[in-house]
């Protein structure tokens, strides 16, 4: 089945830096992947997801990209404010009938005034 | 609000039990998920239903088990409960089977402590 790894597992940055968090799949036949953003003893949202047939998508002051070649997606969060303070998940999934989300194990972003 | 509703939010119960979570998914999705959430870790999938039918398996333990009834909510039932089953369990719904075409939409989740 479909093994997705993150990392870091946890990252610090300044208030206004820019935080990359990167993700790796094994799955060929995923095209699905999307990133959830989990604050302390909330639900997982869904921020931004990315499907295989575009290279990279942005909204507003994130934007993720996918290199299918290489079987890696990251996110990118620029100009990074304290609510932005949270854990985040990558996931992988196909569009086969059993298509469920693979979640990575998560980062804990923590962006300090 | 995702409109995906779970109940109960909370629930304290003694090894050796049986518990049942419910779920409720948004207005017209067709397919719930769960998820369990174990402290400091990350979604490990249980099960999916898609329109009433079991679509997809992962870890889920023998003593789980799972249905989606005619209205479509869902319950986990968690038996022979041990310390290790603490944890956060998540329901998610979305308006397809596949999560290609339909994004997961996650319920509050139901914290689980087994004493």
């Known amino acids: 089945g479909e093994n997705v790894e993150q990392h870091p597992s946890t990252l610090s940055v300044q208030e206004g830096d820019s935080a990359v968090i990167k993700c790796t799949y094994s799955?060929?036949?995923?095209?699905?992947f999307p990133w959830y953003k989990q604050e302390l003893g909330k639900r997982p949202q869904l921020i931004i997801d990315?499907?295989?047939?575009?290279g990279e998508k942005k909204d507003q002051r994130i934007a993720v990209t996918l290199n299918k070649t290489a079987k890696h997606f990251s996110l990118h969060i620029t100009e990074t404010q304290p609510e932005d303070s949270a854990v985040y998940f990558c996931?992988?999934?196909?569009?086969?009938?059993?298509?469920?989300?693979?979640f990575g194990t998560g980062t804990r972003l923590q962006v300090t005034l | 609000d995702s409109g995906v509703t779970q109940t109960p939010k909370h629930l304290i119960t003694a090894t050796g039990q049986r518990v049942t979570l419910r779920c409720s998914p948004r207005?017209?999705?067709?397919?719930v998920y769960w998820y369990q959430q174990s402290l400091d870790q990350g979604l490990q999938f249980l099960i999916q239903?898609?329109?009433?039918?079991?679509?997809a398996k992962g870890n889920i333990l023998e003593r789980f088990s799972a249905q989606q009834f005619p209205d479509l909510h869902s319950e986990l039932n968690l038996s022979s409960l041990e310390l290790g089953d603490s944890a956060l369990y998540f329901c998610?719904?979305?308006?397809?089977?596949?999560?290609?075409?339909?994004?997961?939409?996650f319920g509050n989740g139901t914290r689980l402590t087994v004493t």
């Open positions: 998610a719904s979305s308006l397809y089977g596949s999560s290609y075409n339909s994004p997961l939409h």
């Open positions: 799955d060929s036949a995923s095209n699905y």
């Open positions: 990315i499907r295989s047939n575009v």
């Open positions: 996931a992988a999934s196909n569009t086969g009938t059993a298509s469920k989300l693979t």
């Open positions: 207005s017209g999705d067709l397919s």
């Open positions: 239903y898609y329109n009433g039918e079991e679509r």
